[in-house]
T-cell receptor, first 115, second 115 residues
Framework: NAGVTQTPKFQVLKTGQSMTLQCAQD?????MYWYRQDPGMGLRLIYYSASEGTTDKGEVPNGYNVSRLNKREFSLRLESAAPSQTSVYFC??????????????FGDGTRLSIL | AQSVTQLDSHVSVSEGTPVLLRCNYS??????LFWYVQHPNKGLQLLLKYTSAATLVKGINGFEAEFKKSETSFHLTKPSAHMSDAAEYFC?????????????FGSGTRLSIRP
């Protein structure tokens, strides 16, 4: 079972460059999420999508955009990368329509460094 | 408002001894509570969840947690630690039936197992 697949696994960017992080799930889940994880902190929600065609801001959306391309895929874009965006990014999915009582299934993360 | 506090950033136990990872929460509403485990360079994996059914929740790999409303706690326990339990553990709280944007992750507890 593939579950949630993220690409790439590692990336190094220069300040000001743009990039898109890809995420796909094969569990037919309605909801998908993007988080960032920084040392000593829990995960913080960047954006989420409760269903195909909808997206909503989370706790830390500034500097990011998202696209829910179809039910399977949810991408995260950094338009002009900044060193403060150096982090590990996780994509997740869950059943239901973005409800908080549903457990989430996570990808293995994208480790992004901005120089 | 909701919050979650993991009382120990690092716990070290000997193999074969009990594990206790402490989590306190604050929620104005009936909460949903989760424990996730994260192994190095991997995404988070659900260990167990509480959503207002039985107060003692059994999870995978021999872990369990008890919901204590009077103490606002949801501590994770395991009777006998195994080397493979070494990982980071996250306690998560959310308002029971609400938007996934209301999910709050704790800052994590790193569990080390001594041979």
């Amino acid at each position: 079972n593939a579950g949630v697949t993220q690409t790439p696994k590692f990336q190094v960017l220069k300040t000001g460059q743009s990039m898109t992080l890809q995420c796909a799930q094969d569990m037919n889940h309605n909801s998908m999420y993007w988080y960032r994880q920084d040392p000593g902190m829990g995960l913080r929600l960047i954006y989420y999508s409760a269903s195909e065609g909808t997206t909503d801001k989370g706790e830390v959306p500034n500097g990011y955009n998202v696209s829910r391309l179809n039910k399977r895929e949810f991408s995260l874009r950094l338009e002009s990368a900044a060193p403060s965006q150096t982090s590990v990014y996780f994509c997740a999915s869950s059943e239901g329509q973005g409800w908080s009582n549903q457990p989430q299934h996570f990808g293995d993360g994208t480790r992004l460094s901005i120089l | 408002a909701q919050s979650v506090t993991q009382l120990d950033s690092h716990v070290s136990v000997s193999e074969g001894t009990p594990v206790l990872l402490r989590c306190n929460y604050s929620s104005s509403y009936s909460p949903s509570l989760f424990w996730y485990v994260q192994h190095p360079n991997k995404g988070l994996q659900l260990l167990l969840k509480y959503t207002s059914a039985a107060t003692l929740v059994k999870g995978i790999n021999g872990f369990e947690a008890e919901f204590k409303k009077s103490e606002t706690s949801f501590h994770l326990t395991k009777p006998s630690a195994h080397m493979s339990d070494a990982a980071e553990y996250f306690c998560v709280v959310s308002r029971g039936y609400s938007s996934a944007s209301k999910i709050i992750f704790g800052s994590g507890t790193r569990l080390s197992i001594r041979p």
